[in-house]
């Protein structure tokens, strides 16, 4: 039987751990969240370091998972061992049909509607390019895992070198450094700042996500015991440092008043520093970024089919790997021809935006598969393991909280707020339709 081959290497899953996050989020949610705490400098800060800590805490706990057990499939494996396999299942189905493909759809659309703003183009050319986009990425990643991490490697790089030199030249021409200062104090009191700081945490953490990707091609990664704790960590921090140097440029460029009214923070403090031309340049930025952030999933999500197929809990030819790319074709193909499906519905209504409004439910599994370290270091007993995460059992716990409060902010709003109610019975119907299919696969396995 031809296996996955062991090729991404420390740096690849460094770069590979940077690059599934940065997406579109530093450029555009810096103004709503500083908005969502009364136009506090201190407080905003604060929340995106708690943020950018507790998104750290839960790499540092999947570090140790993947560390203990390297194979492909990384969180759904330690779902699956820790918590059985039926949560397992409903992960994989979630993620085929909502999490992974909603999030390459998405990205596409995104990258499309940035295209559109360099060269106009109709609403048709722009689904047409977003199809492109994902039917590009996909044959490179069929072409192989090490051809892909090259150009993961690449716009990785490009987007965060990006990030610093546009950050450079906001620090260095902006004209509002005296007004942050004045802004650094708290605004609000008792409740409504715990309440504003919860919600803004919220939106902080979604910037944040993505790294768990990493986990997914646990399989193909060379001594992985050493370079998950090693990659985790030093991303995590890396990531921390941009995210807080870009919104300290933003505030020196435009002002904290300025800031909070803007909903694309990076077009306009490039613009208002270097004149109305240079929004094209965040334009390509952010071309870069959604395609690197798309070619990331399909890098690492089909793990997870390959995997459940293996465990004859899918269909079965998603369990192949070409005789020549060592890749899982199928498992790739799959997953890009239906975020190509996803792209092309998002023209029919507000089927995109449900799609979209559902993907919280990846939280669910990120808290389950932190969880998961409890079952699986007690079923391991006194058998030294490669790494530990410190801080245990705190680190974990607080991530779970933390993906627990996602979550329950989801459900929360869906009582109060008619398009979240029906993001929210969206997801109960697709639970619901995925216990039936797992039962189906699993007496088909039986069989």
Known sequence: MIELVRTLRLRDLFLLFIGSVI???????????????????????????????????????????????????????????????????????????????????????????????????????????????????????????RKSSDLQNWTTLVKAGVIVILSAVLLSLGHHAKEVLPAMGVTQ???????????????????????????????????PQKAFPRAFLLGSLVLIGLYLLAIVAYLWALGPAATAASDTIAATSVSAVLGSWAGKIVALTILVSTFSAANSVLLTAPRVFYAMAQDNL?????????????????????????????????????????????IFIGWIFYGLGAAAIFPIRSASGSRPLPYRVPGYPWTPILFVLAAAAIVGNAVYLAFRDPAQFQNLTAAIILFAVGLPAYLFWRKRASA
């Not at 409504?192 to 953490?205: C, K, N, P, T």
């Not at 790997?321 to 023209?347: D, E, N």
Request: hydrophobic fraction near 55%.
């Open 23 to 145: 997406g579109s989020g530093i450029f555009r949610t810096p103004g709503p969240i500083l908005r969502q705490v009364g136009g506090s400098v201190g407080v905003a800060m604060l929340v995106w370091i708690v943020g950018g800590v507790l998104s750290l805490l839960g790499a540092l706990t999947y570090a140790e998972l993947a560390a203990a057990n390297p194979e492909a499939g990384g969180l759904y494996c330690y779902i699956r061992d820790g918590f059985g396999r039926a949560s397992a299942f409903l992960y994989g189905w979630c993620l085929f049909l909502v999490i992974a493909s909603g999030s390459v759809a998405a990205l596409a659309r995104a990258f499309s509607e940035y295209f559109a703003r360099i060269f106009p183009v109709s609403q048709i050319m722009q689904t047409f390019v977003a199809v492109l986009v994902i039917a590009f990425v996909t044959a490179v990643n069929v072409w192989g895992t």
């Open 189 to 223: 009191h008792d409740a409504s700042l715990f309440s504003s700081f919860g919600l803004a945490m919220i939106a902080v953490l979604w910037a944040y996500e993505g790294w768990q990707f990493g986990t997914y091609s646990a399989g193909e990664v060379v001594d």
């Open 314 to 358: 899918f269909f079965k030819k998603l369990a192949v790997v070409h005789a020549v790319y060592r890749t899982p074709v199928f498992a790739i193909v799959a997953l890009g021809a239906w975020s190509a499906v996803l792209v092309c519905a998002g023209q029919l209504g507000q089927f995109q935006k449900l799609i979209e409004g559902v």
